[in-house]
């Protein structure tokens, strides 16, 4: 009665101790698992046939941890460069931006607009002002039989935009405008000074010679063109030929017309009397080089839409990414339990 009780009495200790811990490992963490394994100690017997049955699972549930570790490390990656090319991206639009491109195209035309020709002649006295057409300059005669004057001009006297001290006569003249009979003006000054070395007369020519005579206050509109417009010279003893190209330039709502100019030089032999020299003239031609205009835009190549469908293909990248690997580790830890559980199986079958 004794050995009976005894034995009883050990196979409900053994049983409390072991087998009671191992019904509770489902509901448990590792930690704890891993704890119980401690205290219920197997036989070497156990130890064999646990080892026999657990590898085919643990390779199975590694392979797959490594394969899913390897997964999020490449869409980790993928997120970087996503970033990176949103990144880039935003950085060339905001370039694109700030540097448009500058496009240059022509225009023919039959006339052009008649500019103006602002001529600064100082104590120089104007004597002919001619229009002529296909080149065909006329002999010059001596000054003091020039009567030609068939151009229309207007003259202003207004004070230096950049010192109200300077008084300023300027000759407006109306400029060429029938470029294909080759329309041009020809105007001719004299001046008698001797104390200078060099002399020279300035010009100014601006977009519309109609403008000014529409304006209301005609000194402060000379006063706007010489600070938007650029002056040059023509040097006495020569016959200085211009030829003019007309370039619109169109920006960011703001829209200007340049005048470029190319210049001639052809020394004037002066055949008068010595006496007669020390009036010096002055001689100048102009007319439109080609009838094309030439005219310059600010494009900005950066497309806003474009730039969008690229920034939400990335951010949908990104987000697909995120889910991806949220799934991976939920999955992760859903391999990891049902290893676990296995493991735990095997464990209470062994015991």
């Not at 151009?151 to 001290?165: A, L, M, R, T």
């Amino acid at each position: 009665m004794l050995r009976r009780d005894a034995s009883r009495s050990y196979q409900e200790f053994n049983g409390e101790d072991c087998a009671g811990p191992l019904g509770s490992y489902q509901n448990n963490d590792v930690s704890e698992v891993e704890q119980d394994q401690a205290s219920c100690d197997p036989s070497p017997d156990e130890d064999v046939v646990d080892n026999n049955l657990m590898p085919i699972g643990f390779n199975k549930a590694c392979v797959k941890n490594v394969f899913t570790v390897i997964l999020v490390l490449i869409y980790l990656l993928l997120t970087t460069v996503a970033v990176f090319l949103a990144y880039q991206t935003i950085s060339d639009f905001m370039e694109k931006l700030n540097h448009p491109v500058m496009s240059v195209s022509y225009k023919e035309v039959e006339e052009f607009a008649a500019p103006g020709i602002a001529l600064y002649p100082g104590k120089a006295q104007l004597l002919s002002c001619m229009h002529h057409y296909h080149d065909n300059i006329p002999p010059l005669v001596a000054p003091d039989r020039l009567e030609g004057r068939n151009c229309v001009k207007e003259d202003v006297i207004y004070h230096g935009p950049y010192s109200n001290q300077t008084q300023k006569r300027a000759i407006v003249v109306r400029g060429p405008t029938d470029v294909r009979n080759r329309e041009l003006i020809f105007l001719q000054f004299s001046r008698n000074e001797t104390e200078e070395d060099f002399s020279a007369i300035s010009y100014m020519i601006f977009a519309k010679f109609s403008d000014m005579l529409e304006s209301s206050d005609k000194a402060a509109f000379m006063m706007d063109c010489e600070r938007n417009y650029s002056m040059w010279t023509f040097s006495g003893g020569f016959r200085t030929w211009v030829k003019m190209s007309l370039v619109k330039t169109s920006g960011r709502g703001n829209e200007s017309v340049e005048f470029r100019q190319e210049s001639n030089v052809v020394k004037y032999i002066d055949k008068r009397p010595p006496q007669e020299q020390a009036n010096e003239l002055f001689f100048v031609v102009f007319q439109w080089r080609d009838p094309f205009i030439q005219q310059v835009k600010d494009i900005v190549t950066a497309n806003p839409w474009n730039t969008i469908a690229i920034l939400c293909g990335v951010f949908m990248a990104l987000f697909k990414a995120a889910d991806f690997a949220k799934l991976s580790i939920k999955w992760m830890i859903k391999i990891r339990k049902r290893h676990l559980s296995a493991k735990m199986r095997e464990l209470t079958q062994i015991s």
